[in-house]
Structures are given as structure tokens and as C-alpha cells.
């Protein structure tokens, strides 16, 4: 079965940091661009950032600076470095997969996804 799992998420302070995590299982995502998305209720999905399978990122605008995304190849894992969070970072955070290179701005493309994790940062 093909899976995405998050983990990391959870409630802190203002400034404070968060480290993400998401795992694949069921297929290698060696040759695969992941993404972390984020969404409040009754928004739109919002892409934030994506790795491609070269190692090469991409950042919105509002995460440019304070995030960092990386992966490991070998553990098909990849994580997302939340630094400095806003109490507008507060949303439910999912990660997702799409073959090859895939800009998060394509979320169409995004077909594998996980279940989504809770951030709250707190004013």
C-alpha cells in the first residue's frame, strides 16, 4: 500500500520552532518532487515548498527564510524545518508526492497524499 505518514507537529510559541516529518512507504520516492502543503478550515490548500529529486527547493514567499526542507533518499523520508513560526503558520500541514519535477504550484499533480498534521503557534 502506498502511504504518506506526518509526524512533528503539535503546539508551540511564537518564534518558536517545529520539525516535520514525512514518511513514504509502499514505493521508493527517489525519483519523485515532495511538497508540504498547508490548509485552515475553509481555505484553499496552500502550497509552501517542494524538493525536487535533485535536491533543489522551492519556497512560497510567506515560509521563504523561516522553513527549510530537506529529504533523505535512503530513508524515503523528507522533513520540513520550521523556524521562527507565526500564529499565522497555524494550519493543518500535509505532505504529498508527484513523479518526476513538480512545482508545488502544480498541486493537480500532487497525487499521493498523508493524512495531514495539526500546527498551532500560539501568540
Known amino acids: 500500500e502506498v502511504q504518506l505518514v506526518e509526524s512533528g507537529g503539535g503546539l508551540v510559541q511564537t518564534c518558536g520552532s517545529l520539525r516535520l516529518s514525512c514518511v513514504a512507504s509502499g514505493y521508493g520516492t527517489t525519483r519523485y518532487s515532495v511538497a508540504w502543503f498547508r490548509q485552515l478550515p475553509g481555505k484553499d490548500r496552500e502550497g509552501i515548498v517542494n524538493i525536487y529529486p535533485d535536491g533543489n527547493t522551492q519556497y512560497a514567499d510567506s515560509v521563504k527564510g523561516r522553513f527549510t526542507m530537506s529529504r533523505d533518499f535512503g530513508k524515503d523520508t523528507a522533513y520540513l524545518q520550521m523556524d521562527r513560526l507565526k500564529p499565522e503558520d497555524t494550519a493543518k500541514y500535509y505532505c504529498?508526492?508527484?513523479?518526476?519535477?513538480?512545482?508545488?504550484?502544480?498541486?493537480?499533480?500532487?497525487?499521493?497524499w498523508g493524512q495531514g498534521i495539526q500546527v498551532t503557534v500560539s501568540s
Open positions: 504529498a508526492t508527484a513523479p518526476r519535477y513538480v512545482h508545488f504550484r502544480e498541486i493537480w499533480l500532487f497525487k499521493t
